[in-house]
């Protein structure tokens, strides 16, 4: 079984459906629900490596409070490997503020609480156990990433990054060499200048963010038009817009799994169009995230 240790972000996702976004001083009614969702970018690829078929090793760190005993509950339900995850004893769990327009689009501030306290015994010792990969976002501190991606490639193993939530700031150079980066649109223009949208523009993009980021694989994830990488672009897999959430997450987990097994970049990135295509039909972060067999399902219906 390919094993993926994800380093990186939890949050309680406070999720409320909302009919517009409110402007500046201005107050609207929800006339739709609110929720709690167990999300984070980081928890959120965890659970997708559990439910595709992998074994997902997660590092993390959560307070000590009840939003971090439902986040471990759920973990423990999906038989994550919760050992390196680190609890807080000054800091909350991390916690998204949500709102999903009915189109499906959603718009996300995030508090990262917990999320900074992740510590470098925990990575050192989850990647001594060897993972297949390292896999990765930018939701929690720089130096977190920085330290487990140099960690990683000291011991040799493959390192993958979702650029998100992209902050220009953020030292891309300082990374090692990476196996597969992937951007959305949003962190793709934030990196290079260059809104992708057809192949020449992602083309342009990868031939700037190269300069910043060595990488074998640069998967730019592009929302209802699917993706592109190594120089094809993969249409998404129609489907009605619930809400988008944890769809990239989802997304890069699953390419990352199936491309660890053959190292079929193209075939992963058809894979990981179906799995995140069914996160964007359901609303909710993990709760939208689907089981290997509902993906597989879904190819061979096309
Ligand atoms: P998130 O909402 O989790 O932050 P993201 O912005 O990182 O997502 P997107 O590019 O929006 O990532 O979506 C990831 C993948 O989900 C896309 O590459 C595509 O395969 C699929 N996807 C997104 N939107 C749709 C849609 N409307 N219909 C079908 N598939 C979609
Ligand atoms: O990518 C979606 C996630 O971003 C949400 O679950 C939220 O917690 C934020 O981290």
Redesign the pocket.
């Known amino acids: 079984m390919i094993k993926i240790l994800t380093v990186s972000s939890a949050n309680m996702d406070f999720v409320m459906d909302t009919p517009t976004v409110p402007e500046g001083g201005e107050t609207i009614i929800c006339h739709g629900s609110y929720k709690y969702v167990p999300g984070g970018?980081g928890a959120?690829s965890a659970v997708a490596v559990a439910r595709l078929g992998g074994k997902s090793v997660f590092c993390a760190s959560v307070g000590r409070d009840a939003n971090g005993d439902a986040l471990l509950e759920l973990y423990n339900n999906e038989k994550i490997d919760t050992r390196f995850i680190y609890r807080s004893n000054d800091c909350p769990t991390g916690l998204a503020a949500i709102m999903v327009e009915p189109s499906?689009q959603?718009r996300?501030i995030v508090y990262p609480g917990a999320n900074a306290k992740i510590t470098k015994e925990a990575i050192d010792a989850a990647v001594a156990e060897r993972p297949d990969a390292l896999f990765m976002q930018l939701e929690t501190s720089v130096e977190t990433v920085i330290y487990a991606a140099n960690a990683a490639s000291e011991a040799g193993i493959p390192i993958v990054i979702?650029a998100?939530p992209a902050d220009p700031q953020f030292p891309l150079e300082k990374l090692p060499e990476i196996e597969i980066f992937s951007?959305?649109?949003?962190?793709t223009e934030i990196f290079t200048g260059v809104k992708p949208c057809d192949k020449a523009s992602c083309e342009k993009a990868i031939e700037i963010l190269s300069k910043r980021v060595k990488a074998k694989h640069y998967c730019i994830?592009?929302?209802?038009?699917?993706?592109y990488v190594d120089g094809v672009i993969?249409p998404?897999?129609?489907?009605k817009?619930v809400d988008?959430?944890?769809?990239?997450?989802?997304?890069?987990a699953a390419l990352t799994l199936e491309y660890l097994k053959d190292g079929d970049i193209i075939r992963a990135a058809k894979f990981?169009?179906?799995a995140?295509?069914i996160?964007?039909?359901r609303a909710g972060?993990s709760s939208s995230i689907p089981y290997r067999p509902e993906v597989e399902a879904l190819i061979s219906k096309q």
Request: proline share 5%; charged share 20%; net charge negative.
């Open positions: 970018k959120n499906g959603n996300i979702d998100g951007p959305n649109e949003s962190e994830k592009l929302g209802d038009k699917g993706c993969v998404p897999i129609k489907t817009a988008t959430t944890a769809a990239g997450d989802t997304f890069t990981a169009c179906a995140a295509s996160v964007v039909s972060a």
